[in-house]
């Protein structure tokens, strides 16, 4: 499976932004996807994850809120629509999926295929 990020960019304190992660060699559906982020010197870490087949989702504490995470099973594609950035969003964000029987899965290493990354900056 590839997945390619796209939709980063530069933005403002307040602003917004979605991302879009299409998956292709593979289905989205009934899967676990989610999006992470790292910074400079940081951890990767979970913002957001879904599970396709009856869109349960789950949030990063810091995101609740003001991010929201989708699926669109026709486009093979997962979203992440980003509003009220704070600085503190900033990083390179990617998007990952899980292999089967993984329950709920929220840390990195419990994911397999993973997208390049696209980069948010907010200042």
């Known amino acids: 499976v590839q997945l390619v990020e796209s939709g980063g960019g530069s933005v403002a304190t307040g602003d917004s932004l979605k991302l879009s992660c299409e998956a292709s060699g593979g289905t989205i559906n009934e899967k676990c996807l989610g999006w992470f982020r790292q910074a400079p010197g940081r951890e990767r870490e979970a913002v957001a994850t879904?599970?396709?087949?009856?869109?349960?989702?789950d949030y990063a504490d810091s995101v609740k809120g003001r991010f929201t995470i989708s699926q669109d099973g026709f486009k093979n594609t997962v979203y992440l629509q980003m509003t009220s950035l704070k600085p503190e969003d900033t990083a390179r964000y990617y998007c990952?999926?899980?292999?089967?029987?993984?329950?709920?899965?929220?840390?990195?290493?419990?994911?397999?295929?993973w997208g390049q990354g696209t980069q948010v900056t907010v200042s």
């Open positions: 879904i599970y396709t087949g009856d869109d349960i989702t």
């Open positions: 990952a999926i899980a292999p089967d029987g993984v329950l709920r899965p929220w840390r990195p290493a419990e994911y397999r295929y």
